[in-house]
């Protein structure tokens, strides 16, 4: 069974920076492009960020390219979020996902499937 | 970047209707549309994947039409367990996006 579990959610100050963890577990996660949804309270689904299963391809929106970093450890079937510099608006729940569609490593955009239970990120002073 | 808007934003309906939510992209998008199912306090969940594919284990009351620029989703006789907030998504390149969300409520 695949499960992601994420991790590092946190208050913050603006113009802090915080790192989200998201553990993999029950693919050869590898092989699959993994994302970043968030969803501020109340509001609708948002994608930030994807990686491709080698890392060596990134994506980002451009609401926080610049601001965060998206990476991976295949080797502890992890997947991380680096977010700096933090504003009010990047308040939310986030989510990873784990790609359906298989690209080897490569880079390829896709439907999610699964997501995880999302951790929560507040920026407030 | 492709622009997804998805209508009505608020659907009522009563169990056994038969409702469509429609999804349009800016541009064409072929057949790179899924369809996720969120309720509150949960994760999204994917219902369809290549416009019309019903993902494993949802429902076949479920069901997925389009290509190009417009999109449906249609469910054929609503369920109380239907009642949620449905989104769609590209993903024809990145960025990916999703449309608003449509809000199925209990009339």
């Known amino acids: 069974e695949v499960q992601l579990l994420e991790s590092g959610g946190t208050l913050v100050q603006p113009g802090g920076s915080l790192r989200l963890s998201c553990a993999a577990s029950?693919?050869?996660?590898?092989?699959?492009?993994m994302t970043w949804v968030r969803q501020a309270p109340g509001k609708g689904l948002e994608w930030v960020s994807a990686i491709s299963g080698s890392g060596d391809n990134t994506f980002y929106a451009d609401s926080v390219k610049g601001r965060f970093t998206v990476s991976r450890d295949n080797s502890k079937n992890t997947l991380y979020l680096q977010m700096n510099n933090l504003r009010a608006e990047d308040t939310a729940l986030y989510y990873c996902?784990?790609?359906?569609?298989?690209?080897?490593?490569?880079?390829?955009?896709?439907?999610?499937?699964?997501w995880g239970q999302g951790t929560l990120v507040t920026v407030s002073s | 970047d492709i622009q997804m808007t998805q209508s009505p934003s608020t659907l009522s309906a009563s169990v056994g209707d038969r409702v469509t939510i429609t999804c349009r992209a800016s541009?064409?998008?072929?057949?790179?549309l899924a369809w996720y199912q969120q309720k509150p306090g949960k994760a999204p969940k994917l219902l369809i994947y290549m416009a019309s594919s019903l993902e494993s284990g949802v429902p076949s009351r479920f069901s997925g039409s389009g290509s190009g620029t417009e999109f449906t989703l249609t469910i054929s006789s609503l369920q109380p367990d239907d009642f949620a907030i449905y989104y769609c998504?590209?993903?024809?390149?990145?960025?990916?996006?999703f449309g608003q969300g449509t809000k199925l409520e209990i009339k």
């Open positions: 029950g693919f050869t996660f590898s092989t699959y492009v």
């Open positions: 996902a784990k790609d359906k569609r298989y690209c080897g490593g490569a880079a390829c955009s896709g439907e999610f499937d699964p």
């Open positions: 998504q590209h993903y024809s390149s990145y960025p990916v996006q």
């Open positions: 541009q064409s998008i072929s057949s790179w």
